[in-house]
DNA sequence: TATTGTTATACTCTATAACTATA
DNA sequence: TATAGTTATAGAGTATAACAATA
């Protein structure tokens, strides 16, 4: 499964260098940034899959977790999701029980999304496995410096997406 | 090109309520860490393909610039990508003469790869790309912010990634 | 037998297009 | 005609497996 990649190199007659990155990529926010990230990404993303779930079902979650109502139309923007890649990911969440699919009587085309009970007791299981990776992922890192790594961070993506607005 | 993702939602009897992202996800450093980073390389990926560079090319470029000569094992490994990929894109480079490939006289199962004078041309352009668009991401931070900022990074991807080490 | 570079294949995501039912 | 949700299809990117040359 981890095939060779992590092999210590045995390399012999190329001086015994440590395998490491070209000091250019390291000096350079940019590709730190997105190094981290993915790797964060695919670590969770991974632990939900062990957890039972696929993809990006805990944004649609998390998003009906604050109490709106909402169409499928909107869950896919706000997530930045594909329309027709969200159906999938509803028609699962939606045979376990995890949350409710109605017709809007007022405009029969949409689907109003709600959260279940069950679907918010599961919400707070992959809360839990988020925090937790951040914690692991974070922990060289002191109090004060997360609150200022996620400062910057709203800071930068604010700049960058309409979609953070509310929360500046 | 752009679909219909960013219109401005027009839905009339839902509160007319900006697109925004849940604030759970918003609170979280992992997510913004991985949108953030995320978006910028989809950025710089994007712009190096522009000039005329595919994928991890960059990657490559900027290893050799380093000086040494490299094995295709270990510019492979160095950058976490798949040998087999890493073909392509060299088989590419080569072809434009910015790198070469030697066989190694001692183990003749090995290519030497290095990177020619044009190959120096060409990462000089490609850099300037990179910062360009990692100036316009951080234009919201200080001068001292980003260097906090990276110093941050690195700490956090040291501690997950033995390939960082000598930056420490 | 193990390893380097290579080629071929399969698989996962995502993006696009087409279809229906409603408006 | 346009839109919401759905389904089907195609393409990009990545991972896996098999192979020839060399050690």
Redesign the pocket.
């Known amino acids: 499964?981890m095939?060779t990649k992590s092999d210590i190199p045995?390399?012999t007659h190329i001086p015994p260098q440590t395998l490491c990155l070209p000091q250019e990529l390291v000096a350079s926010t940019a590709f730190l940034l997105a190094r981290v990230g993915i790797s964060m990404k695919v670590r969770v993303m991974d632990e939900m899959e062990s957890a039972g779930f696929a993809?990006y079902q805990y944004g649609v979650l998390a998003l009906l977790g604050e109490g709106a109502t909402e169409?499928?139309?909107?869950i896919?923007d706000v997530l930045g999701l594909?329309?027709?890649?969200?159906?999938?990911e509803?028609?699962d969440l939606e045979e376990r029980g995890l949350i409710e699919?109605r017709r809007d009587p007022?405009?029969?085309?949409?689907?109003m999304?709600t959260l279940t009970t069950d679907g918010k007791r599961q919400l707070v299981k992959l809360r839990a496995i988020v925090k937790r990776i951040e914690d692991s992922f974070l922990e060289p890192l002191g109090e004060d410096e997360r609150k200022q790594l996620h400062d910057v961070l709203l800071r930068v993506a604010c700049s960058h997406d309409g979609r953070y607005k509310r929360a500046v």
Request: hydrophobic share 25%; aromatic share 0%; glycine share 8%.
């Open positions: 499964m095939s045995s390399q993809g169409t499928q139309a909107r896919a594909d329309r027709s890649q969200l159906v999938g509803l028609d699919r007022n405009d029969r085309r949409r689907h999304v």
